[in-house]
C-alpha cells in the first residue's frame, strides 16, 4: 500500500479522519506486534485501526447543575441616583467651572449666573422688612395704649395681625433670596449653584453666555451628576427565556473590556412590556461598581436559574480542539472510531470538562486523543 503523507498535530485527526493508512511487517524475531493501522474508510467521519484496545474508552460522567442563560446588556446609570442641577434663579450663564464627564465633589461651585430676578426679589425682601418693622411698632403702641385703656381689645388685636402679617411677608422674602443662593446681608445680581451631591456629570446642557432657569427658554436642568458607585446593567432577554428569570437571580458579569473580570450583581427589575419587534423584555440588574465599569460598556451575563439541568462530563484529554470546534471519538464497532462534534462547556475538578451538547451521560469516548495521534504520526 502506497503511504499517504499525513498532517502534523490536531489537523491530522480533525482532516486526515480518513487518511490512508500505512502497514508496518510483523517483525518475527523481535515477537513484536504490529503497531495499530489507520486505513481509509471512505467517510471523513470515522476512522478504522488495527488494533482498537490500544486506545481505551472512557464513559461520559453526568453532570448536574444550574440551568444558565447568557444574554447581552450595556450599563446604565442608576436613575435613582441622578441628580438634576437647576438654578432657581433666570438669567444669563456668565461662568462655568465644571464640564461634561468631571468628577465633582457636593458643594463644590459649578457655575455662575447673571439674574434679573434678585434685584426684584431684594427689592421685596426689603420693602419687607420695612413694612415689617413699621408693624411691629404700630403693635408695640397699640399694647402700651390699651394698658392704658386708650383703645379697645378689637384694635390691639387688628394690630397685632397686621404685625403677623408683616413678618410673614418678610420670612416669605428671605426665604426667596435663600433659594435663589443669595445671602440678604450681602446681595449681589451674580447667583453661584453648587453641586447638590458628590458623582460624575453625565450630562451638560449649558454653555457661555446661555439662557438658563426654570421660567426662560433655556433647559432648566443645567448638568446631571450620577452617583456611579452603584449601576444599572439592562439586558433584553427573549420571551421564551423569561421563565428563566427571577427577582433577586444571581447573575454573573463578564465585560468585553476586562475579560479577566467577573462581577456579580442581581436582579432587580423584569420589564412588563415586551418590544413587539423582537419580542424581549428588559431586565434590569443592579451591580456595584469597582471603578471600571463604564456608561455604554457592553457586557455579557449569565443568569442562573433555580432549576438543574444534566450535562455530560469527559475527562479534558478525551477533547480535540481544532478551529474554534471541538470533538471527541467514540467506538463505533469493528476497529472503528466516529468523530462526533460537542460544545465544551467549563473545566470540572479532577481534569474534567463539561460538555454540553454532543454526547449524553454513559457514552464511551477515547480518553486521549492525543495517544491515537501520536500512533498515526508513527505509521
Known sequence: MTKTSV???????????????CKKNFDPASGAASPAQVVETGNAGLVTVDHPDQYPTVAASRVDEPDKLDVTGSVFPDVSREIPVISMANGRVVDIRARLDDNVKKGQLLFSVQS????GAFNTYVKAAADEQLANKAYLRAQDLYEHGAISQAMLEQAEDTEKDAKADLNAAA????????????PSPIVKVYAPTSGVIVSQNITESAATGVALSGTATAF???????????CDVYENDLPKVTLGQEAQIKLTAYPDRILTGRVSDIGPVLDPTIRTAKVRIEVANPGILRLGMFVTTTL?????V???????SAILHLHDREWVFEPAGQGQFKRVEVTGGNMLPGGEQEILSGIAPGQQVVKDVLNLQATVEGQ
Do not use: Y
Request: proline content about 4%; aromatic content about 8%; overall charge neutral.
Open 7 to 21: 498532517f502534523r498535530g490536531a489537523c491530522f485527526l480533525a482532516a486526515g479522519l480518513a487518511l490512508a493508512g
Open 224 to 234: 446631571t451628576i450620577a452617583d456611579l458607585s452603584s449601576v444599572w446593567i439592562l
Open 175 to 186: 426665604e426667596q433670596l435663600k433659594i435663589f443662593g443669595v445671602d440678604k446681608d450681602h
Open 310 to 316: 444534566t450535562h455530560a462530563s469527559v475527562p479534558a
Open 304 to 308: 442562573q436559574s433555580r432549576t438543574k
Open 116 to 119: 434679573p430676578d434678585i434685584a
